[in-house]
C-alpha cells in the first residue's frame, strides 16, 4: 500500500520543480509537467526554435500548444488532500527548501551541484531525477552561493595553502597553477586535528585558570584575615602604649595631689590654731583694758600678775612661710619630659615607620611584573647624589640631581671614608630595599650607570672600586658606538642605545635588575639580571671627562 501510494506521488511529481504539479500539461512524449515550468523552460528556448522534453529529449518543432491536463489536475488534487505531509515547516534559523513554493518546509540536505536545498520530499525526488550522476550533498545549510568558485561556476572543493583560500579544480590549471593545494576535506580534516589541540590546549589553560582564581580567592580571603589581624594588634599596641602614658599621667596627677593633701592638712592645722590664739589673746586684751579702768587699787593689784605674767603666744615663732609657694617647677619637668617622649617617639617612629612601610608594601596577592611605562612609573623613587662620595672630578648641581666631569677644574670636597678617591664615580643618599623605578638622562663619550652596595671600597685604583668589576655592583654602559652590562668583571654585549633616557627598574625581593632604553612613545628592554641581592642596592654613576647624567 505505501509502495503504491509512493509510486502514485512520483507520477504527480514535476520533474523541474519537484513538487506536486500545478495545472498539469502533458507533452506529445507523454511526460507531465506544471504549465509555468515547461512554458519557462521552452522560453528560454525561442531562440534556438527547437523545444524539448527536459526528460527525454524528444524535440518539437514548431512550439506546442499545451493543454491542461484536467485528468491529471483532479489526481493531483486528490493527492494534496489524501497525501500527509512528514515534512516539519521552517522555523526561523532553519534552512528553507528552495522548491517548495508554499508553506516554505525546513531543508535536510543541500546539493553543491545544483546549488539547492530540499526538504526530505524533494531531496528525494532530486535523487529519483539525478541517480547515477554523483551530485555532492551535504546537511542542509545557508549561503551555498560562498561554495561556489564565482570565477568558474563550480564546487570549492580544494584549499590553496599557498594563498590560504578555497578554490575549484578549474583554478588549479590557472590562477593557482603550480600552488600548494590539497583537498578541502583533508585540509578541514588537519585543520580540525589541530583545532581541537589548540581547544585541548585552551580547556588547560582554562582548568589553570580556574585553579589560579580559587588560589587568589583564597589569598585574597587570607589577606584580608591577616590585615584585619595587622590592624587589631597595631591598635592594641598603641592602646597599650596610649593607656601606659595614661597610667603614667595618673601617677604624676596623684603625686601632685597628694602632696597639695598634705600641705593643705598641715597648714589647716596651723590655722586653726592661730586663729584660736588670736581669740584668747583678744580675750586676754580685753581683759586688760577693763583691768586698767578700774579704781579699786586693792582688786588691780591681786589681778594684774596673773594677766601680765601668761605667756603672749604658745607657738613656735620660727615659723617661715614659702613666698614661691607654686607647683610651676613640676610643669616644667613635665613640658620637658613631653619634648623628650616626642623627639624620642618622632625618631623612633620614623625608624620603624620605613620598615613598617617596607612591610606593608611587600604583603601582595600577586607579583606582577609591571609591563608599560605607566605600570614602571607606579614604582618611581626619587633619589639625589650623595657629595659625600663624589670624585673631585664630579661636578654636582640641580639640587645634587646631576653630575658632571671636568678634569680640567677638580672639586676641593673634603676628606670623607666614604669619597671614591681614584675612581670618577658617585652614589646616591637613597638606597633601594624594594621595588623601585628611576630615569636618567646622559649625554657626551661614555657614561656608567649602575647599582652598588654600600660595602663597595672608595679608595685606591683597583677594581674592588670599580662599578662593574667586583660583586659589590652592577653597570650598564652607554658610549655612542657600544653598550654592554658588566658584572664582577664579566660583560654582555648589547644593542646600541639610541635614546638619551635610560630607566631603571629594580626588585630587590625578586631579585630583579632590569635597564631600558625609553623614547617619546616606547620603552624597550635592553638587559635584565636574575639575582639575590643580599644588601640595599644604591644607584650610582661613573664618566669620562665631558659626560653628564641628570636624575630624571
Not at 509510486?7 to 506544471?34: A, E, F, R, W
Not at 488532500?81 to 525546513?106: M, R, S
Request: net charge neutral; aromatic share 6%.
Amino acid at each position: 500500500m505505501a509502495a503504491a501510494m509512493s509510486s502514485k506521488q512520483d507520477i504527480c511529481m514535476c520533474s523541474i520543480c519537484l513538487d506536486l504539479l500545478k495545472d498539469p500539461v502533458t507533452l506529445n512524449c507523454g511526460h507531465n509537467y506544471c504549465s509555468g515550468c515547461i512554458n519557462g523552460c521552452w522560453d528560454q528556448e525561442d531562440q534556438k526554435g527547437v523545444y524539448s522534453c527536459p526528460q527525454c529529449r524528444q524535440t518539437f518543432t514548431p512550439r506546442p500548444v499545451l493543454n491542461k491536463n484536467y485528468s491529471f489536475a483532479e489526481l493531483v488534487e486528490e493527492m494534496r488532500k489524501t497525501t500527509i505531509q512528514p515534512d516539519a515547516p521552517a522555523d526561523h534559523g532553519d534552512v528553507e527548501c528552495d522548491v517548495c513554493f508554499e508553506g516554505k518546509l525546513k531543508a535536510v540536505k543541500s546539493c553543491l551541484d545544483c546549488l539547492m536545498s530540499y526538504c526530505e520530499t524533494h531531496y528525494k525526488a532530486h535523487n529519483d531525477l539525478n541517480r547515477g550522476r554523483n551530485h555532492t550533498v551535504i546537511d542542509a545549510t545557508g549561503h551555498l552561493q560562498e561554495r561556489i568558485c564565482s570565477l568558474h561556476k563550480k564546487a570549492l572543493d580544494i584549499f590553496c595553502r599557498t594563498d590560504q583560500t578555497c578554490i575549484c579544480y578549474l583554478c588549479t590549471m590557472s590562477q593557482h597553477k603550480g600552488h600548494d593545494t590539497i583537498a578541502a576535506t583533508e585540509e578541514c580534516g588537519d585543520r580540525k586535528e589541530r583545532l581541537g589541540q589548540i581547544q585541548t590546549r585552551c580547556q588547560q589553560t582554562i582548568q589553570k585558570r580556574e585553579k589560579e582564581v580559587q588560589e587568589l580567592r583564597r589569598a585574597v580571603e587570607t589577606l584580608k584575615s591577616s590585615a584585619q589581624s595587622a590592624v587589631e594588634h597595631s591598635d592594641q599596641m598603641f592602646d597599650d602604649i596610649i593607656r601606659s602614658v595614661e597610667r603614667r599621667r595618673s601617677e604624676v596627677t596623684e603625686l601632685i595631689r597628694a602632696q597639695e593633701r598634705a600641705e593643705v592638712s598641715r597648714t589647716e592645722k596651723l590655722l586653726k590654731r592661730l586663729e584660736q590664739e588670736i581669740s584668747e589673746l583678744k580675750k586676754r586684751v580685753a581683759e586688760m583694758e577693763k583691768l586698767s579702768h578700774t579704781q579699786d587699787h586693792i582688786h588691780f593689784l591681786k589681778n594684774v600678775g596673773s594677766i601680765s605674767d601668761s605667756p603672749y603666744s604658745t607657738i613656735s615663732t620660727n615659723m617661715t612661710l614659702n613666698s614661691n609657694l607654686s607647683f610651676e617647677p613640676v610643669k616644667t619637668s613635665v613640658s620637658a619630659l613631653k619634648t623628650q617622649l616626642e623627639e624620642k617617639l618622632a625618631s623612633i617612629f620614623n625608624q620603624e615607620a620605613a620598615k613598617i612601610s617596607a612591610a606593608v608594601s611587600e604583603v601582595q596577592a600577586v607579583m606582577t611584573e609591571p609591563v608599560t611605562r605607566e605600570d614602571f612609573l607606579q614604582y618611581y623613587c626619587n633619589f639625589t647624589l650623595d657629595p659625600n662620595t663624589a670624585n673631585r672630578k664630579l661636578h654636582l648641581s640641580e639640587g645634587n640631581r646631576r653630575v658632571e666631569r671636568r678634569d680640567e677644574a677638580p672639586q676641593s670636597y673634603p676628606d670623607h671614608p666614604e669619597r671614591f678617591d681614584d675612581r670618577w664615580q658617585v652614589l646616591c643618599r637613597e638606597g633601594v630595599s624594594g621595588r623601585c623605578y628611576w630615569e636618567v638622562e646622559w649625554s657626551g663619550e661614555e657614561v656608567n650607570i649602575a647599582v652598588a652596595y654600600k660595602t663597595i671600597s672608595r679608595k685606591g685604583r683597583l677594581n674592588d672600586c670599580w662599578f662593574g668589576f667586583n660583586n659589590q655592583s652592577w653597570r650598564l654602559t652607554v658610549e655612542p658606538k657600544r653598550t654592554y652590562v658588566r658584572h664582577n668583571k664579566n660583560s654582555t654585549e648589547l644593542p646600541l642605545v639610541a635614546s638619551s633616557r635610560v630607566g631603571v627598574y629594580v626588585d630587590h625581593r625578586a631579585g630583579t635588575l632590569a635597564f631600558y632604553s625609553i623614547s617619546d612613545t616606547m620603552m624597550t628592554l635592553l638587559h635584565k639580571v636574575q639575582t639575590t641581592f643580599s644588601h640595599t642596592l644604591y644607584p650610582g654613576f661613573a664618566l669620562q671627562d665631558g659626560s653628564s647624567v641628570k636624575l630624571l
